[in-house]
């Protein structure tokens, strides 16, 4: 059944972000900020051996730039903020890191190459076993995250569906696989997002990172095309 994938991932993050939000609250403050520290430096591992994927430096390069001019000047950062204020408003519940924790878990969650591949294949009627294997990675992350930044992680699951579920029936509809090619450039820009992430994981900068999710669509086009 398509989106299955999606669903169980939804479950596993709304679960492990449930247990690390809970947890968080009870332990010490050097306690959360070396999970923290761990978390930053673990994204930018990951970051840089997904950015390693591409083949065209220049092109990645490009895609990086004009994605972020595009980010910058639709506030795609500032809208999530936005958006994840208005869900604290409404539910009045966690705390003052509540918006962050949303937008940064959904990056995390959303910019490797398993969420592209994962998705195609399912919408294809592969298989959904690459997403039921990130559904167990992103359950563990999300207690690890939640346990610093708190409830917000939780509701990256409603940007999460809307992408991943969304690549999933697009993938379905259009009927033909997508080249590895295609994913690899996509996975490059989306390990250039998180590098920046880990900068901002690691208190080092505020980057606005939010704002390259552009990026994505243009390494993805630029490969296709060229």
Do not use: H
């Not at 709304?14 to 900020?33: C, I, M, P, V, Y």
């Not at 390693?52 to 390069?61: D, E, G, H, I, K």
């Amino acid at each position: 059944m398509i989106l299955q994938g999606t669903a169980l991932n939804i479950l596993t993050i709304l679960a492990g972000g449930t247990l690390g939000a809970l947890a968080g609250s009870k332990l010490q403050t050097r306690f959360t900020e070396a999970a923290f520290r761990a978390i930053g430096l673990f994204t930018l591992v990951l970051g840089m051996s997904m950015a390693m994927q591409t083949s065209r430096l220049l092109m990645l390069a490009f895609s990086c730039i004009a994605g972020s001019l595009a980010g910058e000047a639709m506030d795609i950062d500032g809208a999530l903020l936005r958006f994840g204020g208005f869900v604290k408003s409404r539910i009045r519940v966690g705390g003052a890191r509540f918006s962050e924790g949303m937008v940064a878990a959904f990056l995390l969650f959303c910019m490797g190459s398993v969420t592209v591949l994962g998705a195609v294949q399912e919408g294809m009627g592969s298989s959904s076993e690459l997403l039921f294997t990130k559904s167990l990675m992103d359950g563990v992350a999300a207690a690890m995250l939640a346990s610093v930044l708190g409830w917000g992680v939780l509701f990256s699951v409603i940007p999460l569906a809307v992408y991943q579920g969304g690549l999933t029936i697009l993938a379905g509809a259009a009927g033909s696989s997508l080249p590895m090619e295609v994913v690899n450039e996509v996975s490059a820009a989306g390990g250039v997002m998180l590098l920046g992430l880990g900068i901002e994981l690691l208190g080092i900068r505020k980057l606005k990172i939010a704002n390259m999710l552009p990026a994505l669509v243009i390494a993805g086009v630029l490969e296709a095309v060229f």
